[in-house]
């Protein structure tokens, strides 16, 4: 597709590459504090995740493990169904580890409260979460989570690893998707 297609289906830009980077610079800086002399495992969710997995553990200073879990609750929808199916699962024993999971973005909050119970019964010494984009005006069931990037509108957002059915995955900011793409 080209670009100017592509601009005709978004209508805001909401954070863009350079706040991104800023952002998982700072971030990385407090996980390397935090966790220095453990050990951390990072966790992501696959497929939003990708990007900000690439790029946040490249920000950190050491060498880090890193395990992938995919679940699906959307489908090819841009509401949360609240029903999570595991599609692929860690290959990693979380016995001992300081679990810190990478997400992309919490909307309802419903997947990361069924990941962060699930993770809960393996055995992690402790389990926090990175999330680099909120809806705090989405959410449905409260989640602890230490680490946010950005507070955003409850809108559906793509791009930086977000997607509408696959698509715009690879945008470097993260914008609004214009409704009458999906509307
Ligand atoms: P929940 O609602 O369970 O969201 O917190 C779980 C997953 O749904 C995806 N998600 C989105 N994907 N634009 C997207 O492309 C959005 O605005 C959006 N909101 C939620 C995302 O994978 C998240 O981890
Ligand atoms: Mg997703």
């Excluded at 580890?97 to 419903?110: A, N, R």
Aim: with cysteine; proline share 3%.
């Amino acid at each position: 597709m080209r670009a100017a297609d592509i601009a005709d289906q978004l209508s805001t830009v909401l954070v863009t590459e350079e706040q991104i980077h800023a952002k998982l610079d700072e971030i990385a800086a407090r996980v390397a504090a935090d966790y220095a002399g453990k050990d951390l495992l990072l966790i992501g969710v696959l497929k939003g995740a990708v990007m900000v997995m690439a790029d946040f553990s490249r920000a950190l200073p050491e060498t880090v493990p890193m395990d992938w879990m995919a679940v699906s609750s959307y489908g090819a929808a841009t509401k949360s169904s609240g029903v999570v199916q595991i599609r692929k699962d860690l290959d990693t024993d979380l016995h001992g580890k300081h679990v810190l999971i990478v997400e992309d973005i919490i909307d309802s909050g419903l997947t990361l409260s069924w990941l962060l119970e699930n993770f809960a019964s393996r055995g992690a010494e402790s389990i926090e979460v990175f999330a680099l984009l909120r809806k705090p005006d989405a959410a449905k069931v409260h989640v602890d989570c230490k680490y946010i990037g950005f507070d955003i509108p409850n809108e559906f957002v793509v791009g930086y690893g977000l997607d509408y059915a696959e698509g715009y995955r690879n945008l470097r900011d993260v914008a609004v998707l214009a409704p009458h793409v999906y509307s």
